[in-house]
């Protein structure tokens, strides 16, 4: 990606089946050194039973724009803000999810969730280069908190 993603909707929707062959609620991701921007993702009433990968960490969410490799360090940096989650679960995957911004000065902006429930979980978030900290965090297990790198406001 190396343009730009805004106003995306994924409402009232089923992933996966009881044998796990869903892999992320959502997953949004963009390689170090493109650019770009990705904005304004709302997740709304959508359920897993069970995720899970082939040998890889199942993670319920993954926004990231720091995905992979930096294939230019002087590179543009991708821009990501305002991801809301509301009403959205998972019976079980390995961790709750990633939300990793591009670099210190390109961070993610906007994390807003309410009634967010992953089951079974191994581990909870992982955070880095998030502005500040989640805002509007309300119901949310695992609960985020200062050691994950993303804190919960509400």
């Known amino acids: 990606m190396s343009g730009g993603v805004s106003n995306v909707r994924f409402i009232d929707s089923v992933i996966s089946d009881?044998?796990?062959?869903?892999?992320?609620?959502?997953?949004?991701?963009?390689?170090?050194?493109?650019?770009?921007?990705?904005?304004?993702?709302?997740?709304?009433?959508?359920?897993a039973a069970v995720l899970a990968t082939n040998g890889r960490p199942a993670f319920a969410f993954s926004v990231n724009a720091e995905y992979c490799c930096v294939s230019d360090p002087?590179?543009?940096?991708?821009d990501f803000s305002n991801?809301?989650?509301?009403?959205?679960?998972?019976?079980a995957a390995e961790y709750a999810g990633e939300f990793r911004g591009g670099n210190s000065t390109h961070r993610l902006r906007g994390i807003s969730m309410s009634d967010v429930r992953i089951a079974g979980t191994k581990g909870g978030w992982r955070?880095?280069?998030?502005?500040?900290?989640a805002t509007l965090v309300t119901d949310t297990l695992p609960a985020m908190d200062a050691k994950s790198g993303c804190t919960a406001t509400v």
């Open 18 to 47: 009881a044998e796990g062959s869903g892999t992320y609620i959502l997953r949004v991701k963009s390689k170090a050194g493109r650019g770009g921007f990705v904005r304004d993702i709302h997740t709304e009433n959508v359920h």
């Open 83 to 91: 991801f809301t989650f509301r009403n959205v679960s998972a019976g």
């Open 127 to 133: 955070c880095s280069n998030v502005d500040g900290a």
């Open 74 to 78: 002087h590179g543009p940096v991708a």
